[in-house]
């Protein structure tokens, strides 16, 4: 079971997982509260796009995807529909297209155009070097101060969205704070982990954690608690059955979320019968 922690890049890769994994999980919480569940592809997403154009140009590398995204956080934290007709997630899923469709364009132009579309999906977590960590660690660091310091204002703000009652207009500078927190913490989790696992982390602990208990503190522990599980045992997968990493990781996630939601199922069905003997 713990054969793969013998090996310096399983231990790199578990640790920059939990890095990542932890945090996103507890954003999950916010984004799913407001309904936004895209709002992470969409922004990892012009994160790639950033990191293709970077690439294309042959320029800016690490600048041009940081200034992408912050850019697109900036840009979808201030969108404000008026037409109830229209909801946010169809504007989110629109940007999403667009900078999937121009990252692919972009990707398509460079000598190893499959596998670095397969990079950007899934990225490339074994090759993690210390180097890395140590800068996501700092960056993902600062965020989760951020996010303990005010922890009250973001968890009110989002309550806002689930109430739909005191949904703030324009711009708000804790919405602007939110977006700006998913905005670096995807940027650096994109190049690393890519599209498909960091948007898994941020949604299926999340859902599970809403599932299972009500507190915030307490969905706060077990999305955390999933996240660690299905980075451990996804790498586990990886490790044992010569799977690709990053897809391990979000078929146990997947995994997990289809457990949890047999609970309640199991729930309702114990309970239906014992009315039924009753």
């Given at each position: 079971m713990?054969?793969?922690l013998?090996?310096n890049?399983?231990?790199h890769?578990?640790i ?8 996103l999980?507890?954003?999950g919480i916010h984004v ?10 969409a922004?990892?997403?012009?994160s ?29 934290s ?12 169809a504007?989110i899923?629109?940007?999403?297209a ?6 692919v ?6 000598p190893?155009?499959d ?5 950007v999906l ?16 700092i960056v993902?660091?600062?965020l989760l ?14 309550a ?11 711009f708000?500078i ?11 913490s ?7 982990s890519g599209v498909?696992?960091v948007?898994?982390?941020l ?9 299972l208990?009500?507190?915030?503190k ?12 299905g980075?451990?045992?996804g790498?586990f997968?990886?490790f044992?059955f ?5 897809s391990s990781v ?9 457990l949890?939601?047999?609970?309640p199922?199991?729930k309702?069905?114990?309970a239906?019968?014992?009315?039924t003997?009753?």
């Open positions: 713990f054969e793969m013998s090996l890049f399983m231990v890769a578990l920059i997982s939990l890095i990542t994994g932890l945090f999980s507890y954003l799913v509260g407001r309904g936004i569940v895209f709002v992470d592809l922004i990892g997403q012009i790639s796009f950033g990191g293709a154009f970077a690439a294309f140009i042959g320029v800016g590398l690490t600048t041009i995807p940081l200034v992408f995204t912050l850019i697109g956080a900036l840009l979808i201030m969108i404000d529909i008026r037409d109830k007709r229209l909801k946010l997630e504007i899923g629109i940007i999403y667009f900078a999937s469709a121009a990252t364009m972009l990707i398509s132009k460079t190893h155009g596998s670095d579309v397969q990079e899934f990225g490339n977590i074994l090759s993690v070097n210390l180097n890395q960590i140590t800068v996501t660690g993902f660091g600062a101060i951020m996010h303990i310091l005010f922890r009250k204002k973001f968890f009110e703000l989002t806002s969205y689930e109430t739909d009652k005191t949904k703030p207009k324009g708000n804790w919405n602007f704070l939110f977006y700006i927190s998913i905005g670096l995807i940027v650096f989790a994109v190049k690393i498909i696992p948007f898994s982390y949604i299926i602990p999340s859902v599970c954690a809403i599932m208990v009500r507190t915030d307490a969905v706060v522990i077990i999305a955390m608690l999933v996240s660690f599980l980075s451990y045992l790498l997968v990886s044992h010569d799977f690709p990493a990053g979000v078929a146990v996630l997947g995994t997990i979320f289809v949890v939601s047999l609970i199922l199991t309702h069905i114990l239906k019968r014992d009315k003997i009753l």
